[in-house]
T-cell receptor, first 111, second 116 residues
Framework: NAGVTQTPKFRILKIGQSMTLQCTQD?????MYWYRQDPGMGLKLIYY???????DKGEVPNGYNVSRSTTEDFPLRLELAAPSQTSVYFC??????????FGQGTRLTVV | AQTVTQSQPEMSVQEAETVTLSCTYD???????LFWYKQPPSRQMILVIR????KQQNATENRFSVNFQKAAKSFSLKISDSQLGDAAMYFC?????????????WGAGTKLIIKP
């Protein structure tokens, strides 16, 4: 049971480039989340999904897009990377009122 | 809006001793959950302990226990018999029971250093 898998683990982007952070879970969880973690700060919610085909904005959605075509996958898209998007990104999934399972994070640097 | 505050950016403790990490929160809700998560250098977020606000009894998990003071909106984590493997960032988090999307509100974290 792999849990929540995020790829890549590290990435350096140039300003203006685009990329997709991948997140896959094999636990058949309907709820999935994308967070960003800035140094010295707690996690901030970017987007979340309550099931395939349904997504919604979190606290800090600007500059990001998501899709949820399947229960397993919840990719996060950065269209025009900016230095302010340098952060560690976490994907998480859960089912109803149970604990959330987190991926190991993606460290993104925009230069 | 709900907020979670961890006022200790860093704490250190001698191995085998006890340490307490502080967390306060602000909410107008009466039903909610509180969590402590551990984030070791591997970056994985690991649930340490969970407390339901309607329960007066403090949650415990082996060497980890909480002191939940609902009126004071305080939720501290006590780690007994500290071990080197406890070194990590610890995050306090809050969630409303009535939030159908199960969103968590996070504190800024406390870095725990264990001295051998």
């Amino acid at each position: 049971n792999a849990g929540v898998t995020q790829t890549p683990k590290f990435r350096i982007l140039k300003i203006g480039q685009s990329m997709t952070l991948q997140c896959t879970q094999d636990m058949n969880h309907n709820y999935m989340y994308w967070y960003r973690q800035d140094p010295g700060m707690g996690l901030k919610l970017i987007y979340y999904s309550v099931g395939a085909g349904i997504t919604d904005k979190g606290e800090v959605p600007n500059g990001y897009n998501v899709s949820r075509s399947t229960t397993e996958d919840f990719p996060l898209r950065l269209e025009l990377a900016a230095p302010s998007q340098t952060s560690v990104y976490f994907c998480a999934s859960k089912i109803r009122d149970r604990e959330a399972f987190f991926g190991q994070g993606t460290r993104l640097t925009v230069v | 809006a709900q907020t979670v505050t961890q006022s200790q950016p860093e704490m250190s403790v001698q191995e085998a001793e006890t340490v307490t990490l502080s967390c306060t929160y602000d909410t107008s809700e009466s039903d909610y959950y509180l969590f402590w998560y551990k984030q070791p250098p591997s970056r994985q977020m690991i649930l340490v302990i969970r407390q339901e606000a309607y329960k007066q009894q403090n949650a415990t998990e082996n060497r980890f226990s909480v002191n939940f003071q609902k009126a004071a909106k305080s939720f501290s984590l006590k780690i007994s018999d500290s071990q080197l493997g406890d070194a990590a960032m610890y995050f306090c988090a809050y969630r409303r029971v009535m939030d159908s999307n199960y969103q968590l509100i996070w504190g800024a974290g406390t870095k725990l250093i264990i001295k051998p």
